[in-house]
């Protein structure tokens, strides 16, 4: 019904910047609200940040507020996460999330993951 596949993550040093992407179909993109959430080993899972469908509302975990920026392309179906001034502790498997609103019942779909690795 909705398939999210994240692309971008990779292995960068400490300070530097990473951008996540996840594109989905199976559902218009606009019905979607669109988030990122990440799980380190042993962990459990983390928000980290959300959007709305038409992009003018976002929350932001605390850990990554200011570092990190959400946005959403409806044309190309794709959210994307830009992380700055990445930190050893943002260490973890990034997962793309999207929460369908309508119909109801509220139902969430999520990607793989993709691994985001920063080292000190």
């Known amino acids: 019904q909705v398939q999210l596949v994240e692309s971008g993550g990779g292995l960068v040093q400490a300070g530097e910047s990473l951008r996540l992407s996840c594109a989905a179909s199976g559902r218009p993109f606009s019905t979607y609200r669109m988030g990122w959430f990440r799980q380190a080993p042993g962990k459990a899972r983390e928000f980290i940040a959300t959007?709305?469908?038409?992009?003018?509302?976002?929350d932001y975990a605390d850990s990554v507020k200011g570092r990190f920026t959400i946005s959403r392309d409806n044309a190309k179906n794709t959210v994307y996460l830009q992380m700055n001034s990445l930190k050893p502790e943002d260490t973890a498997v990034y997962y793309c999330n999207a929460r369908i609103l309508l119909p109801p019942p509220v139902h969430d779909y999520w990607g793989q993951g993709t691994q985001v690795t920063v080292s000190s």
């Open positions: 959007i709305n469908w038409s992009g003018g509302s976002t």
